[in-house]
């Protein structure tokens, strides 16, 4: 075993809530588990009014947000003219990049189901749960596992051309790699925080990464007929 | 002077008119604001204690509470707006105009729901990323989390619904991209997009659809499943409170 330390003996002293007694909390126990009791507030007045603050301090910026920046308003619809690029709102442009390299029922299906689907089961899904480094265990074997999978993956993105979504893809396969090479008994600060990141880290970390690449990318770098343009010369 | 108005304010909540409504007097005892959280019907869905660690900046950012926040400033303007708004061909768009010209405040008004609805698109993104990266979503949570993710989808389908409402070239444009997509779905895609658009384009039917959905049928889903969300906060135990720190937060 990589880490001999693998639980905390802890012992809740309060001998007016409870006799004395020892408990051995693994790693990889439930976060149910409370180590202690702790500090609590109220919640009337503590809670409410630091909310109401952080929504106040919200509106304020929204409010000076609205009186310096006019709402886009385009002239009246018209089916017979179609601008170029006709582009759907924002949060739907990553998908909208996609819908350029595959066929629609891939992109804008098949994809968006999936996603969907993946982020409505993970917290049921193992690896989610389990909070330990991905290379702390059975590293020889999952460094094969992962190389085989990121190399198939980064082949079919470059098959269909997409490099877009290639390359967020190899820059956090690179971090993830650097995380295997590295001795999580020796490592110092950003590697030993590294090494110690579990799987669903990783899917997470690359799912959002290219959620904030397509969408820039879409919102930004596109203009007529989805060609590259670059924001600044419009 | 602030004593005497902290006199007064608590003579008005020991008063018994204020008793018979509000039920629980002033906040001078810890009893007393518990009763406050838990005699009331839309607070009491909120634990009256919680975790001071979870208070704490770092913790969730407040993004939860601030999704929440843009939601009800998205409510107020949106009643406001529907003052001003016909859904209809092509008066939906001369309402735009009034809105700017002859509407008091009208441009601000549009501006600050325009805003506050991207606002809230982010925050419920940002929110899941974070709740995500702490590991909130792990027993007994878990289902929490799952409307969350309903929650995602119906304030998309509210912001998407809403973006056709201003009926110009940018709406009608972008709703024709997303319905088209729903034509791709194997099978029964030229159903879906049908039953959405009320026909076989973006017309009069689809604008009327979208507005019944954007004010009516999402906004109650949205009620709905935020009272289920925060409910569940208060039954799971309260606000994740982090790794256990006897732990040593190696993770």
């Known amino acids: 075993m990589s880490n001999p330390k693998d639980f905390v003996a802890v012992v809740d002293s309060d001998a007016r809530r409870t006799p004395r007694r020892i408990a051995f909390i693994t790693k990889r126990t439930?976060?149910?588990?409370?180590?202690?009791?702790?500090?609590?507030?109220?919640?009337?007045?503590?809670?409410?009014?630091?909310?109401?603050?952080?929504?106040?301090?919200?509106?304020?910026?929204l409010v000076v947000t609205s009186l310096l920046w006019d709402a886009p308003l385009e002239g009246l619809a018209d089916p017979m003219h179609t601008p170029n690029p006709a582009k759907a709102p924002w949060y739907f442009?990553?998908?909208?990049?996609?819908?350029?390299?595959?066929?629609?029922?891939?992109?804008?299906?098949?994809?968006?189901?999936?996603?969907?689907?993946?982020?409505?089961?993970?917290?049921?899904?193992?690896?989610?749960?389990?909070?330990?480094?991905?290379?702390?265990?059975?590293?020889?074997?999952?460094?094969?596992i992962f190389g085989i999978v990121v190399v198939v993956f980064c082949i079919f993105l470059a098959v269909f051309d997409v490099w877009v979504a290639l390359v967020p893809t190899v820059i956090v396969a690179a971090f993830m790699f650097l995380a295997a090479q590295t001795d999580p008994q020796a490592a110092q600060g950003f590697r030993h925080w590294l090494v110690r990141k579990p799987l669903s880290f990783w899917i997470m970390t690359w799912f959002l990464f290219e959620l904030i690449v397509l969408t820039a990318i879409g919102t930004f770098f596109r203009g007529p007929g989805w060609s590259w343009v670059l924001p600044w010369r419009g | 002077m602030a004593k005497s108005i902290d006199n007064l304010v608590d003579q008005v909540r020991e008063n018994r008119v204020w008793r018979s409504i509000f039920r629980s007097g002033t906040g001078d005892s810890n009893?007393?604001?518990?009763?406050?959280?838990?005699?009331?019907?839309?607070?009491?869905?909120?634990?009256?204690?919680a975790r001071k660690r979870t208070l704490e900046f770092s913790a969730t950012w407040y993004l939860g509470a601030l999704t929440f926040g843009t939601f009800l400033i998205l409510v107020i303007t949106g009643i406001l707006l529907m003052l001003y708004y016909h859904p209809s061909v092509p008066q939906a768009y001369a309402d735009m105009k009034d809105l700017q010209f002859v509407v008091s405040s009208g441009v601000f008004l549009r501006n600050l729901h325009r805003w506050s609805a991207h606002a809230m698109v982010f925050l419920v993104f940002a929110h899941m990323f974070k709740v995500f990266y702490r590991g909130a979503y792990r027993t007994p949570r878990e289902f929490n989390w799952v409307i969350g993710v309903v929650l995602l989808l119906v304030t998309l389908l509210l912001s998407?619904?809403?973006?056709?409402?201003?009926?110009?070239?940018?709406?009608?444009?972008?709703?024709?991209?997303?319905?088209?997509?729903a034509s791709a779905v194997p099978l029964m895609g030229s159903k879906i997009r049908f039953l959405l658009l009320g026909g076989t384009a973006v017309n009069a039917n689809a604008l009327l659809r979208f507005y019944v959905l954007h004010c009516v049928i999402l906004p109650?889903?949205?009620i709905l499943f935020i009272a289920i969300h925060f409910w569940r906060i208060r039954k799971d135990g309260g606000i994740y409170p982090g790794e256990s720190p006897a732990e040593g937060g190696a993770k």
């Open chain 2, 31 to 49: 009893l007393r604001r518990a009763l406050f959280v838990q005699q009331n019907v839309f607070l009491h869905l909120f634990s009256i204690k």
């Open chain 1, 30 to 61: 439930s976060p149910q588990v409370r180590v202690k009791d702790e500090d609590r507030v109220m919640t009337y007045p503590e809670v409410f009014f630091r909310a109401a603050v952080a929504i106040q301090v919200l509106a304020i910026a």
């Open chain 2, 220 to 222: 109650l889903a949205a």
């Open chain 1, 93 to 144: 442009l990553g998908l909208q990049e996609l819908l350029h390299y595959f066929p629609p029922v891939v992109a804008g299906v098949l994809i968006p189901g999936l996603v969907v689907m993946a982020l409505i089961i993970i917290p049921y899904f193992n690896i989610n749960v389990e909070a330990e480094g991905l290379w702390l265990r059975d590293k020889t074997r999952r460094l094969r």
């Open chain 2, 160 to 181: 998407y619904t809403g973006y056709l409402l201003p009926w110009d070239q940018l709406a009608f444009w972008a709703v024709t991209v997303g319905s088209n997509i």
